[in-house]
């Protein structure tokens, strides 16, 4: 799984701020490593460095393996938090959008079934 990060100007933290987004992302989304082949977050400061409630954003666009892309946005007062909320959501959609493909007992389901 690829990582990419992208920062708006007023976001702060270069390198190390990369490597921990990668680390976390990879960590929390351990269980869908096969299906994820790229993951593009995007931090941003919606006030644009004044301080406020809620400003600063995080956008997570999970490239998935023969499925559609799947994006979360999260927003919180601190850059962390808005990150961890966002990949939070981005396992919950996973699993739900991932879930439709295999029935309870992990077998493929019918709708998925190419017709010959």
Same mark, same amino acid.
């Given at each position: 799984?690829?990582?990419?990060?992208?920062?708006?100007?007023?976001?702060?933290? %270069?390198?190390?701020?990369?490597?921990?987004?990668?680390?976390?992302?990879?960590?929390?989304?351990?269980?869908?490593? +096969?299906?994820?082949?790229?993951?593009?977050?995007?931090?941003? +400061?919606?006030?644009? *460095?004044?301080?406020?409630?809620?400003?600063?954003?995080?956008?997570?666009?999970?490239?998935?393996? *023969?499925?559609?892309?799947?994006?979360?946005?999260? $927003?919180? +007062?601190?850059?962390?938090?808005?990150?961890? %909320?966002?990949?939070?959501?981005?396992?919950?959609?996973?699993?739900?959008?991932? %879930?439709?493909?295999?029935?309870?007992? %992990?077998?493929?389901?019918?709708?998925?079934?190419?017709? $010959?």
């Amino acid at each position: 799984m690829q990582v990419q990060v992208n920062t708006d100007d007023h976001i702060h933290g %270069g390198e190390s701020l990369a490597q921990w987004i990668t680390d976390e992302s990879k960590s929390r989304l351990t269980r869908f490593q +096969d299906h994820i082949t790229r993951l593009e977050v995007f931090l941003s +400061d919606l006030d644009a *460095g004044k301080s406020g409630a809620n400003d600063k954003r995080c956008r997570i666009e999970a490239r998935v393996t *023969g499925r559609q892309p799947v994006t979360v946005t999260d $927003e919180a +007062d601190k850059m962390a938090n808005a990150f961890i %909320g966002a990949v939070d959501k981005l396992a919950r959609a996973l699993d739900t959008d991932l %879930g439709r493909v295999k029935d309870r007992h %992990g077998r493929d389901t019918i709708r998925t079934a190419v017709e $010959e």
